[in-house]
């Protein structure tokens, strides 16, 4: 969208979706096309009218009340012209588009992952630990069974017929498996430094969709938990999330131990089973900020006063039992030998991914610490 949010730009956006997408079925797209030049504006102008009402009715986008200089300082015939006004009318996403483009991304997402295993409650044979799906488990003297009674009867009716008492065997024995999801407080460090989108490639889209599915998938699948959005860059700052989808890239430098700082105060208001940071960066550490407030930059190699204090961050982290994985989305190498040590220094992982694989590895490392089977 245009960074001045004209609803002139709203309509260039949506007449390019319409042109370049598949959003129309064929006959409709046909339709559209057909007739004169100055036919099929005036069929497009009339679509793009509806599709822009509609979505201030559904409450997707806002206008922004707009200021006229008195009508005696406006020059005769400049108020009230149409192209004029929609030129100077804004516009704003509201927080219902947040929510939908989170879903949507979090919808297409998943899809790529496969169907998701959460909410199973399978019951499995204790005698072979084997259940529908095919997977085995040996069983041992001190585990802590959920027995399902039922199928465990009827397993020793069925051997030994309807008869009084009954005899129960080994064999019998029916277990119910269920998950345990452990609350987690999630504190998201997005990267937005310059860098996300040099170098010919937009690396700062992508993450924020990532970012929009992952608190998607949070409100709506595991409500016990938080998270929370620091966007680091020359400093950092906590941004709602209601925010996330408006953020863009900031100045130029990498301050991530202040990030992580930030991050650490915020966890530290969180009382859950799980605490973690999810670093999604593209570049090494290149700024400090000192006790005094000033920023240390230094954009030239691993400086070393910026890399020790970031891992004497790092180590602070460890000791509070925050969990730090890092998403890595580029193959420096003096970035990859930046994060391994602090992977190294927290027993957290590290991703190295591209901004087309992002979501896919970082949903499923949530899920995947999210739940630990209970039998």
Known sequence: MDPEKSMEALRQAIQRALEEGDLLPDQQLQDLLDGTPEEQAAKMKEMIDQLMDRLMEEGYVTGQPQV????EKTPRGQVGRGRDRDAEARFEITDKTIDFLGFK???DLMASLG???FGRHDTRDLSTGVESG?????????????????????NAVRRDGARIP???????LMVHQTEYQSSCATVLMLDCSHSMILYGEDRFTPAKKVALALSHLIRTQFPGDSLHLVLFHDSAEEVPLGELARVQVGPYYTNTREGLRLAQRILSRQKKDMRQIVMITDGKPSALTLDDGRIYKNAFGLDPLV???TLEEVGRCRRSGILINTFMLASDHSLIHFVQKVTELCRGKAYFTTPYTLGQYL???YMQK????IH
């Open 68 to 71: 006229t200089a008195p009508p």
């Open 105 to 107: 991304t979090l919808k």
């Open 115 to 117: 169907k998701s295993s």
């Open 134 to 154: 095919g997977a085995s488990r040996a069983y041992e003297f001190g585990d802590t069974l959920n027995l399902d009674i039922s199928a465990t009867l009827f």
């Open 166 to 172: 009954i005899e129960l065997d080994y064999p019998d």
């Open 307 to 309: 890399v020790t204090q």
């Open 363 to 365: 949903l499923m490392d």
């Open 370 to 373: 999210k739940t630990r089977h």
